[in-house]
């Protein structure tokens, strides 16, 4: 492998990663706004790119192992798109854990909202059911 290969699988991975901080930046919009019908096609895309990110991730590893014994790293262009990847799988980082805090927030305020429901429903049940039982029976208004 030349060194403008190596450079392109490098940049490669950069693009990949600004792709998968968007997509996670977009789950973070989403969550925010309550919109859970776009989560699961985001969360698809999501997944189709870390597959190419991991087998990116393979052939770089690779090609790492190949390029260290040719001095490629030590290139100032290299160790700029390493700092950049380096600086992007930070981002990464944080707004992946952003959004499953997010997403864990969103869940206990949907559970709370559930046990009120349930519990409404129980109370409605256990009181205004009987009262409308007794007025179903034959209680009059008239007297």
């Known amino acids: ?11 490669e991975k950069r ?4 792709k ?3 997509n996670t930046e977009s789950q973070i919009r989403l ?6 019908v776009g989560i699961k096609r985001l969360l698809r895309a999501r997944r189709q790119l870390l597959a190419e990110l991991a087998e990116l ?3 770089a590893e690779l090609v790492q192992r190949e390029a260290a014994g040719l001095c490629w790293n030590e290139r100032d262009d290299v160790q700029d798109i390493r700092r950049q ?3 992007a799988e930070q981002q990464l980082l944080v707004a992946n854990s952003l959004a499953v805090q997010l997403a864990l927030k969103e869940q206990k305020r949907i559970a709370g909202q559930m046990r009120g429901n349930s ?9 205004i059911g009987r009262w409308y039982q007794g007025v179903s029976r034959g209680f009059s ?3």
Do not use: P
Not at 15 to 18: A, G, K
Not at 119 to 127: D, G, L, M, P
């Open 85 to 87: 990847i380096q600086q």
């Open 15 to 18: 693009i990949l990663l600004r």
């Open 119 to 127: 519990q409404a429903r129980e109370i409605h049940q256990t009181y």
């Open 57 to 59: 991730a393979e052939l």
């Open 1 to 11: 492998m030349i060194l403008a290969e190596y450079i392109a699988l490098l940049d």
């Open 141 to 143: 208004r008239k007297v």
């Open 20 to 22: 998968i901080i968007g």
């Open 31 to 36: 969550i925010r706004q309550q919109k859970m």
